[in-house]
């Protein structure tokens, strides 16, 4: 199956996250599938210049490697563009001038089926009037596609089955750039990714894809989300760890001790693929 890794060109790739790239690729290469690598750097307030390079330098260097050319979404804005016509189209956007600090009130007051942080559709229920005097605010709106708080179930390949309900989360941010959970559904249909392995942070946001890529009527991939790696402290690993990047540690260092806490029995310098199992129980918890 088709993998990826998909990277936000914002810091550093650290072990952690080298060490789940390298599982997508262990995944794709060992069914003998294509790999392909897509920079997510939309968010352009956080995006960093010569990031994407050091990232995609650190990737070669612990075996992975990719398909064809690296992606950009930022090369890609008509698709998204495109996509987010489509959702207006079908009747499903709607402008949003909440603040974060409005949110976050308005949805400790909210009671209902949305879990905790949802959107508690606060400008579905604008009147025309107070749109009109919103529009005339100046505040840019983000757009939010409307889910109605529906449920979406699916099976992970590490956590089994998932089930969610979806909020009406951002499919445009108020700056104008396209959200995440829109791109990376718009983008992983678009080039032809059939199996997403990411860290498992990214779980709870499976059921809002799942739901765009419906209403898009894209393919939906299946899912594997792996346990990030944590810091002696429990907390995700993070700089303040210190040695935690391949500024600190050598490449082949690396390698071994992602093949050793993977408990995978790989050539640490090749890691040659095809031994992978697939069934994942090996890097469960
Ligand atoms: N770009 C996202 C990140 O770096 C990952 C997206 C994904 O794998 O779906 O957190």
Partial sequence: ????????????????????????????RSAG???????EDLDAGRVRPGIAEEQLADLAAVGVDWDGEVSYQSQRLDLFADAIEQLRAAGRVYECFCTRAEIHEAASAAHGPLPEGAYPG????????ELASKRASGRPPALRVRAGAERVAFTDRVHGRQEGVVDDFVIRRNDGAP??????????AAQ???????GDDLLDSTPRQLFVARLLD???PQYAHVPLVLGP?????????GGVTLRDVPAARARAWMAETLGLDLDPETFAPGLL??????WRG
């Fill in 33 to 39: 599938s294509r790999f392909l690598m897509r920079m």
């Fill in 192 to 198: 032809g990714v059939e199996e997403v392995v990411r």
């Fill in 1 to 28: 199956m088709n993998g990826r890794y998909a990277p936000s060109p914002t810091g550093t790739l650290h072990l952690g996250n080298l060490r789940t790239a390298l599982l997508a690729w262990l995944f794709a």
């Fill in 218 to 220: 894209l393919p939906a």
């Fill in 179 to 188: 959200a995440y959970n829109l791109a990376v559904v718009v983008d992983d």
């Fill in 122 to 129: 606060t400008c579905l229920r604008l009147t025309e009037a």
């Fill in 277 to 282: 199992p697939r069934e994942p129980t090996i």
């Fill in 233 to 241: 402290d429990g907390d995700r690993l993070a700089k303040r760890h």
